[in-house]
């Protein structure tokens, strides 16, 4: 006799994606994008859980960021409960792009010195662009930076620029792109041992945790 496997309910994928929610809630790290501008404040009410750009709106002052590429200037810390998390930094090309998955900086690792909320930036002076032939000066973009918890929670958050000739960008104030000697970073998929099996499976590892976050996500949609 065969045996035949159906699929849980939708009420049952509910349930246990509020199960699933309540644990990628229950600690959080919160970011902060310092420059270019971030679209507002979205360190309260739990916004950077909401897919791209954590529920802000465009908004209408953009930052002036070169047509090479330029600065990001991130505080990783406001929360507790996170001594490392993953980093993704992204761009979507358009006044209001609604895919943002162009890649400006691969994943990586940063470590905290504590669980607990710590003080600190990392900086990054001048990030290059993905090659696309047709950026020119006067386009707009939108940067968007995604943290990965331990937890596997995914919090974003976005900052909307026009591209404009290198030296006439908005100024970064001086002594923000500075990076905390409190936070260590680390490739993900560097290894001095075993480097095929463990990369691999730390791969593994970090893909599934954000699948089950967006998987969430949708189901309560």
Not at 84 to 105: C, L
Request: charged share 10%.
């Amino acid at each position: 006799m065969s045996r035949q496997f159906l699929l849980p309910a939708r009420s049952t994928l509910v349930a246990i994606t509020l199960l699933l929610f309540t644990w990628l809630h229950s600690v959080s790290a919160h970011a902060q994008i310092v420059y270019p501008a971030w679209r507002g404040n979205t360190l309260r009410d739990e916004m950077q859980w909401e897919f791209p750009c954590a529920g802000q709106a465009l908004t209408t002052n953009r930052t002036k960021w070169p047509v090479d590429g330029g600065a990001l200037s991130v505080i990783p810390g406001w929360n507790s409960g996170h001594p490392t998390s993953f980093f993704y930094v992204n761009i979507g090309f358009g006044t209001d792009p609604k895919v943002i998955d162009n890649v400006v900086k691969t994943v990586f690792q940063i470590t905290a010195p504590s669980r607990d909320p710590f003080p600190g930036q990392f900086c990054f002076a001048d990030l290059s662009l993905p090659a696309n032939d047709s950026i020119q000066v006067g386009n707009n973009a939108t940067i968007q930076v995604i943290q990965i918890a331990m937890n596997g929670a995914s919090l974003y958050n976005c900052a909307d620029i026009t591209f404009v000739e290198r030296g006439q960008e908005d100024p970064m104030p001086e002594g923000m792109c500075t990076n905390s000697s409190t936070i260590s970073f680390n490739s993900v998929f560097a290894t001095t041992s075993d480097g095929l099996h463990t990369a691999g499976t730390r791969t593994g590892i970090i893909s599934l945790l954000f699948a089950l976050s967006v998987l969430a996500q949708w189901i309560l949609i």
